[in-house]
């Protein structure tokens, strides 16, 4: 099949589609089809789509389970307008659980709250697995078999990443207390004290 003829029927699978595609998903979608692309010519034509959305306001994103077309970082406010519910907000424990299991992995919830210092809820590790962000990989081979979690291409996905590697490092995320430094609580500094 060319190429040109191609790219147009690609533009509506990822424009019609509500999860990333993989090439080989693509490839299999033409199974029987009398002009049967190449996984070289579904490749060829993605490169081409992604160089034409690149002036755009949308862009085609290779994440962990493929390919998606969607809007740009930089117009995501004003398209969240659209839609009147907020974002769903997560709880700091939440957050920090879920960078304990991305960072971590695998590994046990024992672990987790010896690392955070206090316990978790089972709510907790729930709301993680229906956000289908967190699995279990097996149990840990001491007493008790604790279950061990790591993370799901969905929490890839969501984050906008193709693999852990693209994860922001330990050292870059201290980086971030510079622009929320903690303050300093010395019986001079404390508010309301002379």
């Known amino acids: 099949m060319e190429i040109n003829k191609l790219k147009p029927i690609l533009e509506a699978l990822f424009a019609a589609s509500d999860k990333p595609l993989s090439v080989s998903f693509i490839f299999d979608l033409f199974a029987g089809d009398i002009e ?70 695998p590994i046990t919830r024992g672990e987790i709250e010896d690392i955070r210092g206090v316990s978790i809820s089972s ?33 890839l996905d969501y984050f906008n990443l193709k693999s852990l590697n693209e994860l922001p490092t330990l050292a870059e995320i201290g980086d971030l207390d510079q ?7 010395g019986e001079k500094n404390q508010i309301g004290v002379n």
């Open 36 to 105: 049967q692309p190449a996984k070289d010519d579904i490749r060829q034509a993605i490169n081409e789509l992604m160089a034409r959305y690149q002036a755009g306001g949308m862009e085609l994103k290779q994440v962990a389970s493929g390919f998606r077309l969607q809007v740009k970082p930089a117009y995501e406010v004003w398209v969240s307008r659209l839609w009147d519910q907020k974002p769903p907000r997560y709880s700091r424990a939440l957050l920090e659980t879920l960078a304990l299991i991305a960072y971590r992995q």
């Open 179 to 185: 622009y929320h430094p903690e303050l300093p609580l």
């Open 123 to 155: 709510n907790m590790i729930k709301t993680l697995q229906e956000r289908e962000w967190v699995k279990p990989l097996g149990h840990k081979d001491v007493p008790g078999r604790p279950t061990l979690y790591g993370t799901t291409n969905a929490f």
